[in-house]
Every structure is written in C-alpha cells, then in structure tokens.
C-alpha cells in the first residue's frame, strides 16, 4: 500500500440465501459502496461447512457474477482482484451474512498520533499440489503470505495484527486420485480429514509468520503438536480453490478508518470471559440485549471454534467426536456460536469451524470489528 | 406427602454413555445415596433427541436393572416407583449426565420461618390413545396431573413452582397406523412432527394448571396460538412411554432440603441476561470460570430450547427450520446449550429441545438449583 | 409443435459437481449439439434433495451462464426458453449428471406408418401463492399444463404418454410467513413438509389430465387418499421456483427421432420385476455387466423412489420415516437407485425422491429411454 | 466339536426395534428354539452402524436379559456363552432382524455321502490394546481364531468355508487417551475411521488363515493395498467390545443341518449378477415376487457393502465419499441392499457397511442360506 496510507471501510450484510447478492447490489447502486474499492469479503453460508458444501463456491459464482458489470471485468477475473472467503455453516443461531471490506488510499491522512485504526491487507500463495496439503510447502507458503499481507496492510508490528483468515483447499476423492497417480501419498485418504490437515497446517504458517511459534516447525507437528498454535489464525478449508488466500486483519497506524479491531483468545468453547474480553478490547459490553446503541457501534464478531481434540471441555465428556450423524464442526460452531451471539446480541456473527492450531486446542482467537 | 413436610436432595451424576449406571451404582454402594429414597431421575442422554433417539430407552433399561436388586423389584416395577426423564441430544458442548432427586420425610423439621426449599412432587395421566396426542385429552390430563404433582411435593402457591419437567409420547408408524385402523386420524403423520404436538399440548396443560393461561384453552391452539406459553413448563417426547409422567419442582415452606430452584425466561435463544437472572434467583453469577466455590454450589441448570417459529432470532435470519441434515432441536440445543454452557462453566446441564409453548415463541424457561 | 413433427435428441452428461457444466459446453463446442435447440434439462446434483438443497439453483444457474452467451441472451432469460429441472440427492451409486433434450422440426419426415419415437413437450403454469401449493389450484393448473404440454409433444394419446417430470415448489419459513401475513393459512408449516404436498398435489394434476383419476379428485385427497394416483407421474420440489414446470416425454407418430420410450409401474421399493420390464419395453435387458453393445444403447432410466408410507415394504418394517437423523428420501433413492443401478449396469440414472401420487403407495413410475 | 458332527438350525426372526425380544422369547416358550443350544446370534439393529450407534450395546443387553433366566445364568454370563454380532443400520428397504444359529449334537447321523451341511464355528481372540487396532496383532489373532472356529464347525476345507463373520472393537476418545497415555499412538485419532482400520486388518486376518492372501502380509497394507482381500471375510465395528468375535459359516460333511450356505463376490455395488450367483449357489432364483415357495426357502442374505475408495461405481462418479452429512457406510448398505433386498425379494437381509479387505475395492462377498 502507498506510502500516504489508506483507510478501510467494513460493512455487514444479512442475506436471504447463498446466492443471495441484492444486499450488496443495493449498497452499490445506492452509491454508498464503490465496487471498485472492495478488498474482501467474508461471507458465512448455510451449508454443512463440509466437502460436499457448495455454498461456498455458489456464493463467490454469485458474488463475482454481480459484481463484473460493476468491475468492467468478466466473472472469473473478479476474483483475482478481490479476496473472496466462505465459510460455510450457520448452526443454531448462526445468521447468514457477508462482510465486506473496502479500502481507500488515506491520502496522507492522520487520525490522530498515535492512533491505530483497522486495517487490512491481502496475499496469496501459489497453487499447491494435494500432496502438499497439511505439510512443510502449505506451512512455509503461508508464512511468505502473511508477511506479503502484513506490507499491504501496512501493519509492522506483529502485536497489530488481530485476526488472520486463511481460505485453504482440501482433498477430494480426485485430488488423491491425482496424487497416488503421480506416485505420491497424500496426508490422508479422508476428505472430510483433510480439512482439518489444511487448515492446521495454514495456521502453523500464521504462528510462524508472527513468532508465536518457532521457525523449526515441523510438518510432523500438523494435528500432533496441540500446543503449538496461533493465537489470531482463522483457516476455513473448501473445495473451490488449490492455494492459499490470507486476509490480514489489524490496527494500523496508517490507517485512517472510523473502525477498530481487538481480539481475545477463548481457552475452551465455554469461555464467556474470553468474549466478553473480545468486546470490552474495542469498548464494546457485553449485549444485555437492551442497548441498542452498543449494538449499532458493533461491525461483526470474527472467531474459530472446534471440538476439544481430548473430548472433554473443562473436565466434562462431550460427545461431539463421536457423532457419525453431525459432523464435529457443526457442533462447535453451533455451541460457540450461541454463546458469542448471546453476549453480542446478534446471530450475525462470523463464527468458523474447525479450529486446530487456531488458539489453545479446543479454544480459538475471538475477534471484533467496532465504529470507533 | 405427610403432615411433617420433607426433605429432598438432588445430585448429578456424569456418564460415559447411555448404558453407565456406575456413578450411581457407586453412590449407593458408598452409602451416600439411598435407593429407597429415589424419586426421580433426569438424564442428557447422547443420541439424536429424535424419533430413533433409542438411548432414551436404553438408559431407562439399564437405571432399572441396576436399581432393582437394590430395591427387591423386578427392573419392570423399577418405572411404577421411580419417575424417570431422559433427554436425548447433547449437542456442542452438552455433556451426558443424570440428575438424581431423593426424597425423605422431613419429620416436622422446619428450615426457618418464611424460608422455602427445594421439592420435588410426580404424578402420572393415563395412557394415551394415538389420536389423543395433541389434543384436548393431553392437555386436560395434564393439567389435573400438575396439581395433584403439586400436592405430593407440598406446594402450594403456583409461583413457588419453577419447572414442571413432563415426558410425553410420540407417534410412530405403527401408532399412526393403530389409530387409522381404529378409523380415528391423529393430529400429524409424521413422527418427527408429532413430537411438537405431544410436547405442546403438555406444556399447554401445565401453563393451565398454574394459571398462566385461561381455562378456556381449545386444542386447535396446540402449535398455532403461540402467545400461550407456561413459563416453567419442560417436555420432551419419547418413543418409550404412552403416558405423560410430571415432576413438579419448586420450593415449599414444608421442605427441609439443604437446596434451593429459582429460575427466569429466555425469550429467545440470545437471552443471556435471562441466563445471568436464572442464576442470580439462586444467588450464583455468570460464570467467569474461575470461581470454583460458586461452582460447587451450582447443582445444575434446567432449561428448553427452540429454533424461533418465525424464521429470526432478535430479527436476524436462523436456518434451523429450513435443515433437512440436522433437525431443529439439535440445532436449538447446541446454541442455548452452548450460552447456558459458557455462563454457567459447565457443559454438564440440562438443556432440552423443542419449546412448544414453554416460554414464549423461540424462547423457554430456564431453571437453576443449587445448595444454599 | 408444427405440422410437419418433430424430432428429438438426448444425450446424458457426467457432472464433477453441481456447477459444471463443461461437458456440455464441450458437445456445444465440438457442434455436437446446437444449443438453439435445446428444449430441456433434467438433472441429477448432489445436493440433500431437501429443503436448503441449494445444488439445485447452483446447477441451473450455472447453466444460464454458460448457455447465455451461446443463445444471445442474459443468463435470466435462458430460463424462458430451456425447462430445468435439477433434482438433488444422488444417495448410494447414484452418479451426478444432465440429460439434455433437444428438439428440431421434424420437417415431414415420418420413421415409418404406425411407428412412434420420442418426443418432448413443455408447458408451466403460472406463479402460485405460498398457500395454494398442496391444493386445488396446484392439481387444477397442472392438469391443465400438462394438456399443453402433450400437444406441444404431438401426442394426443395420453397412453404414448410415459413420464411427465414437474418441477414443483415448496414452502419455506418466509414463504409461511409471508401468507400468514396476508391472514391465510399454508397447508403446512413445516419447509420439509411442504415438498411433499407440492409433490402430491401436482401428480395428481398429472393423473386428472391423463384421466388415470377422476375429474372429481379433491385438494382433501393430497397425501390422504393414497390409491389416486398416476402411473408417469415424477414431481421434484426446489426452493428456486413459485410454478410448476411440466415436462411430458412419451412416444409422437410425429416424431422422427432415433430414440423410443417405455415405462413400467414399480408396485414396491424391491420391485425388480418392474424395472426389468421397463428396461424390455425398449428392448433392453437387464444388465448383466457383460454386454457393452446393450449399455451403449441405453441413454437412462428415469424412476421415482419412496418410503412406503405405512411403514413397511413386501410386509417387513423398515425405519425410513422413523429417521430423524437422514430424511426418507435419501433413504429411498439411496435403495430404488441400488436396484435400477444394479439392473440397468450404471447408477447415473434418474431416481428422484418423494413419490407421493406417483405410482402406488410406496412405489413409482420407472421410464427409459433408449436408441432404437 | 465332537466326533459325531453336529447339526445346525437357523431362524430369521423380525425385530420392532433394537430392544425387542419378544419374538426370540416367543420361539423359546412355545418349544420350538431350546435356548440352551443358541450358539450365536446375527442382528441388523436400527442405528446409524456408526461409533454413536448405542443400538448394538442396547440389543445385546435386551438379548442377555431375555435369555438369562433361560439358561441360568447372570445376565453379563451369557456372552461367554453366545456369540452376538449386532450390524447396526437398516437403511433404505432394511429391515431389523436377528438370525439365530443353534448347534446340536449330530449323534453320528450322516445325511448322506459326499453332501455338506451347514455348520457354523465360533472362536475369540483375546482383547486388544487400543493402540493394536488395525496393525498386526489384530491381522494375527484373528488368523489363529479363525482356524479354531473352523475346527469348532468340523470344517476342514476352506474352500467349505463361505461365510466369515467378524465383531471387532473401534476407537473412542477415550481408548485413543488411554493410548496416548501409554506413549502410544493409535493407527487413527478419528473414532469413524478407527471403524474401517479396524475391520480391514481382521479382514486380512481372514484372508490369511483361509489361504486368500500370503502369510506375509503385513500391517502397512491395511487400508492401503486394496488388492489384498478375503473373498468371505465380513467385518463390523462396534463399541461394546475390545476382542474379535469369530463366527466362521460353511458347508461341512459332519453337519446333518436341514440347511446349506453358499457365497459369491459382488465386485462392486451394481453388481447383480453376483447376488444372482449366490442365490442360483443355494438352488434359488432372483425373485420375481411372485415366487412364495422359493421366498420360503430363504433364511437370509449375508452381504458386505462399501463406497468403491476410488470414487467411481463402473466408471461412474459416486459421492458416497465426500457427504459430510452421512457416511459412506450408510451409504453403500442403502444402495446394495436395495439391489439384494430387491433380488431376494425381501429386506430382512443382513447388508453390513464398511468392506475394507472384504471382496475387492467397493465390492463385497455375498452369501445366501437355505433350506435344502
């Protein structure tokens, strides 16, 4: 980003389905977004979260399919210029909804000394191999990612950055069948496991990246090591894509947004003190669903949740590990999710399954985007 | 019960699966809990909380052979004694576990003056029909059954009653079958679907007896009219039974039980302060997860949780209704499971589905007992 | 159609998902198939098949995007011109795919006096409201759409009528909402029960118009009065439509096309009689796996599947509709699509889910379509 | 067995649901089973045949209980005693069944020369630590229980052998901690895929002690080189236990049994001709449901049924694999058992899901008994 800085806006928006763009649509043509200047977009669809969840590339086909004729683009260019990440999953009280991220030059604009404002910045890794997935190339790619998005972002102080999206890929019965022709094994022959194998694997990169872990991480370590973790990744795996995408949130001192980002890290999926803390980091409280100007300064709630790998949450059984009907990450999203939507008022909050090495393991990093 | 009040103790028990009655079995052993004294129980069993949620019965079997040698019954005579709820589904962070109450004479022992306690009352209706279900038969039945479970737990002022846990039949192909055979047409052909009817009808016959709702009320309210809600009702349909089994909890002036219940109303599934309220009647705070006195205190939370009729949670969009891979109720019991979960610091509670007129639509009650 | 017949092509295409459409742009591209001429698409994705089965609107707007640029025309208006009709769930052996029909002047030609070939013809009723879909206008509309469909087939004689596929659609939480509002009442309030009713509703529609039922058939008999019903009849619901799309396939002595089709009536799921006589009425056999030459001519079989609804098939239980954890549906086009797969030596058939009206209680129609 | 052979009765009896053994007792009290000469006991219970299914734990408890008083002994005693295999899942056309197998005494009776009989053998390998699971010690024991079960059955041709029936252990969260605690690591930390290691090594086990594969087979190759297989092995997963259960079914010339077994190999889900061949091997033909006579003479189908690993049914792309919302063992026993349930003319069919080692790569071994 130019050396004059930038400002980024950030915009929240309900939608009736995946294919869902009116919202957006009338954003733009109400002139109060320009098309031209959209960064990302997060969006939580309501699929299973699973493989064979095609929300998610539904969402982005509809997304780059509105937004062409705006870009002066064809559809499939669209996505080399935005950053696009689906999460799929609305368990419980979970709302579907996109949130859209715009950026502006700052124009040497200073908010004031001193003061750090939102900021975002936005990379890609090269396309892996499926046998590179959940191993050394996906984890050192990322780490390069990061700090490419970091520069973007103009954030240089690690402490800056508070959440950290990572759009993976997974495996597919073709992808290992690609592989195993190659000669090649890839890391698992599950593709429902090999989500979790990305997704760990990008967020060793983002621990790397930051010095919250060591440089010597090892590949071994993918989905074995729990004690090893970033406290601000966020990685969502999906079928729709072979690399890695890395969106970086955080405060800059370049940036000149009305928005603010802080973060908190759950220790377990019942940690309310965590939430509460998430909020409190942005000046927010928690909801007593009887302050509605509170509600109005708050943006959205980012956050991860999984199952606890040791089937136990703060020493009770859960069974969310043991469930052949419900896979585990709807469980968790739909449990963390009641709990942050209860303490911020809202069920449109961006809440991600699958968690590993994302925060401690069967907690993850809790952040939030408020008006300043 | 007598003239000399009594005393009631409550404990819970964790399990490692629907067929574990070692935790209680080692209670009795251990002299800490006599069978004879047992009253009822109240489980969170791990299956699907649906039609084919089989864990209910098979917890049901396993409680009665273990307790019958203790007892000198046959397991069959083991359910005309004790009043058994179990619950199917814990999903998220809901952990399986049972909830034992005990009753005793109080022997004319008095706490204080004014000072009410914990107590626990049962009462049974008759079989159900098939084509009763859901109708003005359940609900009449009901109600006379609440007062007479009132009169056994030596309540009685209607507001000194915080939850009426009920269970309640279903229909299964064969009953629906039974019944057109009969030449009679019950209220739904759908098994899953009768569940709601069946929970309905019950809560609106609690709501009723305590005079939360008008006598005048018709069974083509049952799952239409949903402004009629008790506010303590809890009922949850099981393919075991044909009858409607009642446990009155409250709190009696003529109770000598070292416990006490309070409890508040979630009107919808984001309802901390609810939550924060229910807890606050017993004297307990939200959980920061480090107050391990208030945790021992806290006994369990009893609470019911719905996917909200109309489609929105606090006007966000939810996608439980429209899930044809996960019912409704898992998705409801994830959430306000996961909030009760995170604010009380325990997965270990009683958070049931399917809220049909037990509390106000998409919301329900939510008790609390915990030793003075 | 002209005066001067007709003729009709159709080619079955693989998918890799619900978005793909690159096997027909490929035969498009390769000037194997004239995309001016194609009248419909019937296919297979491999979505839920339920409610939020959102693989459906995917697959056909997908196909808009794709086939727009080659008709001239916005992706919105390739709906006018080109009847899709996606059913979603490929449960089992069940293999994703598109079956395309296209349609030519026949110019005169005639195969041969007396002899009959294939043909296609296509009518849609209007928009109904939410609370007509299960009801008189849904039969009535379709009754008449269907007489339009047969003429635009050149078929007069509703025996040379083999299959009439209908795309129906279903309720959903803001569709009940939004008749509600208008003070009147849907026939259900449950999304995943609504489908069956369209189902219903619209199949006998199609028994009325073939004379299979009476005129006097009444909106009091959808999914109750289970002996009316229609032997051709295939009705699928999607979220994505508020009409009914009619599609008549039978047999035109106007026709000069290279294909034929036939029918049989499947009295039961395990009925393999049926399907072999279905496959005979082509002149196929039933697969052995050993002959290419009949597989080749084979283009696919198109059946529908349903969980008997008293709960048992040939007099043995099964638990289909007791299921809450995988909808009957899936259930049942997992097992009719095993017995026809295994027959007919591929499982990219055709076997949609929901046969409500269509065929017997518990059975369906099963349609081929074959080169002569 | 003793020198003077045996004679083996078998009975399909029809279940109303996992804990129901009215019709085993109903036998029992009319004269028509002695319980004392139950060997081994072959359920479908209606669960979802996954790690949560408590179905299979249930019916065995029920089936203890029942038959306890019978024999005299405590309920946990009668295991010892009797060998039960519960296959949980009826999908599709299934229907719940047990089979029970009965052994007597054959008094030297020859039923004539050179003709062979039922028999069946049972045998146990010690329990397994976790951590074995899957890896050679499984392969090995079970090797060496399968000679003793044939031993047990007077069986001592191989090729007489047609049926092996396998009960083995699965992984928990729990099993796997114990593990770790040890300083060990399990094959898997996925509960669902412990299921299929630990079927495929006692498959090979199988393959192994009959002569199918080397005796150089070793641990790597489970779940890996698919090529290795027993063509009569059938391997199911369950909880409730940490040893393998043996059942080896075949043809002997001791046996004085009214019935015979035969078997042939499904090479994939569609494979018809295979179910034909098995039939046609016990002197029945494919049903035509209008054979009462020959439906009289079928006990049961015995079959193993398994997503192909390769994704593709004959070519045809399957999505067994990648349904993050049911699994692939659910799945394949919908499809194949509607292809046998259909051929057989019945779906009270023992179809069990997960054939890793079992038949080649998504096929299964198929084996029907009659009546002579």
Redesign the interface.
């Known amino acids: 980003m130019s050396m004059g800085g930038l400002s980024v806006d950030v915009v929240r928006i ?1 939608t ?4 869902d763009v009116s919202g957006l649509v009338k954003l733009i043509e109400a002139g109060r977004l320009d098309p031209a200047t959209i960064a990302a977009v997060l969006g939580k669809t ?10 998610r ?2 969402a982005v ?2 997304l780059c ?1 509105a937004l062409a004729p705006h870009l002066g683009l064809p ?1 499939r260019k669209v996505e080399e210029k935005i950053a696009f990440v689906m999460s799929g999953g ?7 909804h996109l949130t859209v991220f715009a950026r502006t030059p700052g124009n040497g604009r200073i908010i004031a000394a001193g003061s750090k404002r939102l900021s975002v910045g936005i990379a890609q890794t090269r396309d892996f191999l499926p046998e590179e997935l959940g191993r050394a190339a996906q984890i050192e790619e990322t780490a390069a990612a990061v700090h490419v998005a970091m520069a973007d972002a103009c954030i240089d102080d690690p402490r800056d950055v508070h959440f950290v999206q990572i759009k993976c890929p997974l495996l ?3 992808r290992i ?1 690609a592989a195993h022709e190659r000669g090649n094994k890839t890391i698992t ?5 090999s989500m979790g194998y990305s997704r760990g694997a990008s967020a060793l990169g983002v621990g790397k990246a930051l010095g919250e872990i060591g440089d010597d991480v090892h590949e071994d370590q993918v ?1 074995k090591t729990w004690d090893l973790f970033s406290s601000v990744a966020s990685t969502s795996a999906g ?1 729709e894509l072979m690399h890695n995408v890395v969106i970086v949130m955080g405060n800059s001192p370049r940036s000149a947004s009305p928005f603010v980002i802080g973060h908190a890290v759950m220790r377990d ?5 965590a ?1 509460i803390d998430a909020l409190a980091s942005v000046g927010l409280r ?5 302050d509605p100007a509170a509600g109005s300064r708050l943006v959205n709630v980012f956050a991860k949740a999984e199952a606890s ?3 136990c ?2 020493g ?12 585990s990450t ?3 999203r ?6 942050i ?3 911020a ?4 909050v961006y809440v991600s399954g699958g968690a590993e090495h994302q925060g401690p393991p069967g907690g993850g990093p809790v952040a939030v985007i408020a008006r300043v």
Chains 1, 2, 3, 4 share one sequence.
């Open positions: 309900l009736g389905g995946p294919g309501e699929g299973n979260g699973g493989v064979n969840d095609f929300t590339e539904y086909t509809a399919d559809p609305t368990e419980g009280v979970l709302s579907p597919t019965s073709e069948e022959t599950s593709a429902y496991g989905l079928i999926s019942l940690d309310a003190a939430v928690a909801a007593d669903g009887h790998p040791d089937g949450v703060r009770f059984r859960h069974t969310m590990l043991d469930d052949s009907d419900v896979g709807r469980h968790a739909a449990a963390v999710g009641g709990l939507g209860g303490l008022g809202t069920g449109a």
